[in-house]
């Protein structure tokens, strides 16, 4: 997948209260199915204490990220009134890469399929307006090791297309970029032919 998909653009949260019930609506975006995993399990632990931790993601998956896959779960709450919900609103709106978690805190009065489902629609609904979505392309890491002589080089090339990278100077010096998947080739071509082929490429 080299086409632009639609994610959120930060971590957030969005808290309100049904009937005595409190529902807090988290989401982030992640970069495949090990950090949405992560990002569940963080939350379901950081609020181990609430009646029902609810997980929803559609994250894109493959080599080419050509396999969107969808994952979301009751967590007890009646079947169908809580993940499903949840997800359909990642769904409806087009938005993948993002990991969402409802947490409810339950107040003693029971809202019916009805209300639970309006509930879970409505935190992952106003999390994700409070994050806002950005259209991102896919991107490809590529770390760049290479000797002090070739640093310059390489980091000039990488600041000149307006890369994000980290850079570690050790005995070696490594390069960590972030790259649209489309250019990920055609820079891998060109930091070889810069340094004569003696970049380490991963």
């Known amino acids: 997948m080299t086409g632009a998909y639609r994610t959120v653009a930060e971590p ?24 949405a995993e992560s990002f569940v399990d963080a939350v379901s632990e950081e609020y181990a204490d609430a009646t029902h931790n609810v997980p929803a993601y559609r994250v894109r998956t493959g080599t080419e990220g050509e396999f969107l896959r969808e994952y979301s779960s009751d967590d007890g709450e009646p079947s169908g009134s809580a993940g499903k919900p949840a997800l359909h609103v990642l769904t409806q709106r087009d938005i993948e890469n993002c990991a969402v978690v409802v947490t409810r805190y339950y107040g003693g009065t029971n809202l019916g399929v009805g209300g639970l489902v309006r509930a879970y629609s409505r935190a992952v609904t106003e999390a994700v307006d409070a994050a806002g979505v950005v259209e991102e392309r896919p ?37 960590d970029v972030r790259v649209p998947l489309a250019e990920s080739a055609a820079l891998r071509d060109r930091l070889r032919s810069a340094t004569s082929g003696r970049a380490d490429l991963a």
């Open 139 to 175: 991107h490809d890491r590529v770390t760049i090791t290479v000797e002090y002589d070739d640093s310059g080089t390489v980091r000039s090339i990488l600041e000149s297309e307006g890369y994000e990278f980290d850079a570690e100077y050790e005995t070696a010096v490594t390069f």
């Open 12 to 35: 957030a949260t969005a808290e309100f209260v049904v009937q005595g019930s409190e529902f807090i609506g988290h989401v982030r975006p992640v970069d495949g199915v090990d950090a």
